[in-house]
Nanobody, 127 residues
Framework: QVQLVESGGGLVQAGDSLRLSCAAS????????MGWFRQAPGKEREFVAG????????YYADSVKGRFTISRDNAKNTVYLQMNSLKPEDTAVYYC????????????????????WGQGTQVTVSS
């Protein structure tokens, strides 16, 4: 059974940092791009960051570029999201996901391109 478990969320103040982790189990995700999405109340789920299967390329939404960094450790089947200079508008539930296509060149930006999802971790940034 494939399982993705996010951790690291919490309540912080504007300007603080958080590091989210997503541990995958049930099968290897070597060869698959992975991504982070977020969903704020009343809004659609949106792409935050993606990393290619080889870790050679990373992709970010404009709203987080320069503040967030995605990385992965294939040996641990884990993907991370380092979030710095957090803003109140970053408040959302954050989800990690695994691409449904193996050996994709680059990253997928649509949630429809991702097959497995974690349960989400809440990030709340107070002003």
């Amino acid at each position: 059974q494939v399982q993705l478990v996010e951790s690291g969320g919490g309540l912080v103040q504007a300007g603080d940092s958080l590091r989210l982790s997503c541990a995958a189990s049930g099968r290897t995700f070597s060869g698959y791009a992975m991504g982070w999405f977020r969903q704020a109340p009343g809004k659609e789920r949106e792409f935050v960051a993606g990393i290619s299967w080889s870790s050679s390329s990373t992709y970010y939404a404009d709203s987080v570029k320069g503040r967030f960094t995605i990385s992965r450790d294939n040996a641990k089947n884990t993907v991370y999201l380092q979030m710095n200079s957090l803003k109140p508008e970053d408040t959302a539930v954050y989800y990690c996901a695994v691409d449904r296509r193996r050996w994709r060149s680059g990253s997928a930006y649509s949630s429809l391109e991702y097959e497995y999802w974690g349960q989400g971790t809440q990030v709340t940034v107070s002003s």
